[in-house]
């Protein structure tokens, strides 16, 4: 897709999405832009992918925006809003996305990489990942929802520390500060994403996906606007197949649909 900087691939009912841009450390521009928007897309309306596998070319997984070499200044500020506003488009496509979404990070994950990254509802990071938020070291605040989703990763005053600081984080910080999930060697980063996707391959995916989008919004919605929320998706999911047979099976005591799965850290 769009050149091959956004690569998309099926293993069973994982769909990996790739970032193919090694030669820029996969660093976000048009191109990455109109590919996502096209493999989230596939992703969304393909019923087979039960969760998604987010990863990068070439030991990297995203640094950050690519803001070009630096010419045209004069029209700088306004190149930036668009290009933020363009990207911001299948970013929240990415974070709403109603399927279990894994970001398997090797290498940098820089600036806007990081927020990327944090759109995923679980990181996988490689024993060779490092995770930055060098926005203050140009002169930017975080963008691509970083000031939303990092506090809600690791707390306010971790986050205020990492965004100020603009340090580098080692996967085993990452670990223990919830930046990250678990961490696996570079070598069966990819392995190891698929495996931890291929989960959730028996899922009720709607189930999930709906689920996911309420948590999402947890956090700016009040117990009782929750609580009808709930209420109408629990209406559909009474409504649905899966919970039909699902109950049907439990009622006549016979093997579960969806069984659960271990748990996942």
């Not at 391959?201 to 009782?224: C, S, W, Y």
Request: hydrophobic fraction near 50%; charged fraction near 25%; glycine fraction near 8%.
């Amino acid at each position: 897709m769009s050149e091959n900087t956004v690569v998309l691939e099926r293993v069973g009912g994982t769909a990996v999405i790739t970032l193919n841009r090694p030669h820029r450390r996969n660093a976000l521009d048009d191109s990455i832009r109109t590919g996502m928007s096209a493999a989230l897309d596939a992703v969304r309306r393909d019923a087979g992918v039960h969760a998604v596998v987010l990863t990068g070319a070439g030991g990297h997984f995203c640094a950050g925006a690519d803001l070009g070499n630096g010419e045209g200044e004069g029209e700088r500020g306004a190149f930036v809003r668009e290009l933020l506003l363009d990207h911001d488009r299948w970013f929240t496509d990415l974070i709403d996305l109603e399927k279990p979404v894994i970001a398997a990070v090797d290498g940098f994950a820089t600036g806007a990489g990081l927020s990327v990254a944090l759109a995923a509802d679980f990181i996988i990071a490689s024993d060779c990942a490092r995770f930055v938020s060098s926005f203050a070291r140009v002169g930017f605040i975080p963008d691509l929802s970083l000031l939303y989703t990092l506090p809600r990763r690791v707390g306010l005053a971790r986050a205020k520390e990492i965004v100020f600081s603009a340090r580098e984080i080692l996967p085993d910080e990452a670990l223990a500060l919830g930046l990250a999930d678990t961490v696996a060697p570079a070598a069966r980063l990819r392995e190891a994403a698929v495996e931890f996707a291929q989960r959730f391959a028996d899922a009720p995916t709607q189930v999930l996906g709906m689920a996911k989008r309420i948590m999402n919004r947890t956090f700016e919605t009040d117990r009782h606007a929750l609580a009808q929320r709930e209420a109408t998706v629990q209406g559909l999911c009474a409504a649905g197949r899966f919970n039909a047979e699902a109950m049907r099976r439990f009622f006549a005591k016979e093997a579960p649909l969806y069984a659960g799965t271990q748990r996942l850290f």
